[in-house]
């Protein structure tokens, strides 16, 4: 495990709110959809493979769901596509860190705390060392 320092580079790992933003090389987030197989009733659900979208299927489906939620159901997010840079701000005694993120979507710095370290990249809202 990798220990962190005041002013280490790191790459954040976008939280699932941002996924809905495109930016300048996407969205966020690969988003897929899980078939739906039909179902006795009373049945728990039952999905078959899941199909990756391109992000011009997923901003057409997030246009029309605002008149009809429904077509957001059976996605899924499969795993983000760009992280973003941070810088840490603080290390705090429960592991976690306390960092300033540059967001892709616009001009700006946010700062977040408490955002646990994970190093596979692949959690929304955590961070790891930048790889070399």
């Known amino acids: 495990m990798h220990t962190l320092s005041v002013g280490d580079a790191v790459e954040y790992v976008p939280d699932l709110i941002h996924s809905g933003r495109p930016g300048p090389g996407g969205f966020s ?20 493979p899941t199909t990756e979208l391109t ?7 997030l246009k029309q769901s605002k008149r009809s939620p429904r077509l957001l159901e059976g996605l899924v997010y499969l795993r ?9 701000d603080a290390v705090n005694d429960d592991g976690t860190v306390d960092v300033t993120v540059q967001s892709p979507h616009q001009a700006v710095k946010y700062h977040c ?5 994970d190093e596979s990249g692949t959690v929304p809202h955590t961070c790891r060392p930048v790889r070399s």
């Open 29 to 48: 987030w690969a988003v897929g959809r899980r078939q739906a197989i039909a179902k006795k009733v009373g049945a728990a659900p039952q999905y078959g």
């Open 80 to 88: 983000p596509k760009c992280l973003w840079p941070a810088v840490v």
């Open 113 to 117: 705390d408490h955002v646990k370290v």
């Open 55 to 61: 992000d011009e299927q997923y901003a057409s489906l």
